[in-house]
Nanobody, 124 residues
Framework: QVQLVESGGGLVQAGGSLRLSCATS????????MGWFRQAPGKEREFVAA????????NYADSVKGRFTISRDNANNTMYLQMNSLKPEDTAVYYC?????????????????WGQGTQVTVSS
């Protein structure tokens, strides 16, 4: 059974930084793309970033380009999201997900399993 556990969320002031982690087990982590999504209160879940199986290809939502960086450590089955220059509109529950293929092809259906989420709150 695949398990994904997010950590690193919290409360930060606008302009600050946070680093989220996603630890996985139960699946060959290095074979699959990984991704981050977020859901703000009253809104649909939205794509944030994705990374291919090797880390060689990354994708970002326009709203986070230049501020967020996704990375992965295949030796330790962990993915990260470095979030800089945070804005109040980044406030959401952030979820990590593991894909069913090596690359992200543009749909949340590319992802097979999800974590429970970690809250990120950015104050103005």
């Amino acid at each position: 059974q695949v398990q994904l556990v997010e950590s690193g969320g919290g409360l930060v002031q606008a302009g600050g930084s946070l680093r989220l982690s996603c630890a996985t087990s139960g699946r060959t982590f290095s074979n699959y793309a990984m991704g981050w999504f977020r859901q703000a209160p009253g809104k649909e879940r939205e794509f944030v970033a994705a990374i291919s199986w090797s880390g060689g290809t990354t994708n970002y939502a326009d709203s986070v380009k230049g501020r967020f960086t996704i990375s992965r450590d295949n030796a330790n089955n962990t993915m990260y999201l470095q979030m800089n220059s945070l804005k109040p509109e980044d406030t959401a529950v952030y979820y990590c997900a593991i894909g069913s293929r090596k690359y992200y092809y543009g749909s949340s259906t590319d992802f097979a399993s999800w974590g429970q989420g970690t809250q990120v709150t950015v104050s103005s």
